[in-house]
């Protein structure tokens, strides 16, 4: 990554960063919680949304639009705004 | 981020039951108040915990849409409140520190050490007749403790009680009485440490000086350590010696007569019951006695038993007992002369075993009995074959 792309993406604070490794993920610039259930946590951006599906999940915290999810995921999914959706 | 202390400290987990929940959880995240452990348990109901400081916020925040139900208070800070501020604690804890107080006023344990012809058990006894036993008051008199092993205990130098908290040490030193031995290089007597008569001496070094058959009262030359001389050694100073010292050493065995006297009761005293009692409880509780029997107490003669039930000195020194006193008549029947003689007997051995030395072999015994008016006296003659020599320096000697 060059350096006029690593700022892009330390400034992205409207975009969803995610950091998911085994039973716990940690999303980034938390804007707005939508959803808060067992299988599915959506939460918005700014620009965009992201949706971590999985089983027994749980917001262990949230601080400084910061989430930390714990349990069994199985997928993240982005929305943007104009309804395209990105599985990853 | 908000330095308001932290999870640790006090927490508080709510339900929160209504419609756009994650409204209320999204407004907490722009206001800054940390939130855990989030879980959707129904459609309606979400459980969360916050910190107890970001309470009063969160409920402003959540108005009236929102049912908000505190579930639990968790935290160090709750839990101190909870333990310390309960009427049944406060009590437990001022009562802990009453028994941790009461307790210290005890002695709960007496080490003795120092002692080497007494036994610990001699000693034991004396200082629990001095007063000072496990389980006693810590105000216990030192000194009368110690006049009274001082008094008690023969060839004690010196006594040191100390408080090492509940345990009181005992120290003991004793005196040393060993005969003052005579150097082998100065000369000496054997002389008699008793009256006896002489039965047979082995004199290894000196000179006999009582016969068999002889006599003897304490102090009396045994084995001489003056051997007269006839000097040949004419025409020299040592001419006129007429004599010469040694170190008199030997063994010297005498019959001694011993007379002791004892005494015995002449009737046997028999305590039949009558069928009246009472029962009583002995509590004992550190320095308070009570014997509810000695309140009751109305019989001229009776006899008092007493069954022990609890007898505990940690934490406190407790003694619980549950006694019987019960109405005799004593009535008295002569003793026979079987149980006369068999007493005595027991009388005799016991005052033998105090007054004779232990190697005296006993050549004779007899035993006469003299009455009195409730008493029998004992009268026991003993002849014994024992060892009576001692050493002593003899003084204003000249050197050959």
Redesign the interface.
Known sequence: MGIKDELLFDFSIKMPRLLISGKTGILDNVKKIVLVSENNIVVDHGKRYSSVNGTDLCVKSIEEERIIITGEIYSVEFYGNRGDIHEE | ?KNRGSFLEHSIIIKIEGFD??KL??E??KR?I???????VSEIE?IITLMKWDYEQFLRLAKNKYKITVLKESGYRPFIRKTFFKKSTIIGLLLFALILFYQGTFVSEIRISGYRSYSEAEIRDNLREAGLYEGCSKNVDLENVKLHIYKELDNIAWIGVRYMGNLAEVTIAEGTITPKLVDKSKPCHVIAKKEGYVENTIAREGRIAAEPGTYVKQGDVLISGIIPIASTAYGTPASGMTERYVHAYGEVYAKVPYRLFCYQEKYNYIKSPTGNHIFGIRFELGGLKINTVKSFYKYSNSAYTEKEILNIIRPIPLTLGLAKVEEVEVSKKEKSNEELKKEANRLARNIISEKVPENAQILNKSLSFSSGENIIGVNIMLETLEEIGEKKEINNWKHN
Do not use: H, N, P, Y
């Open positions: 981020m929940r994650q959880l999204t907490c995240v800054g940390i939130i855990k452990d989030i879980r959707s979400t």
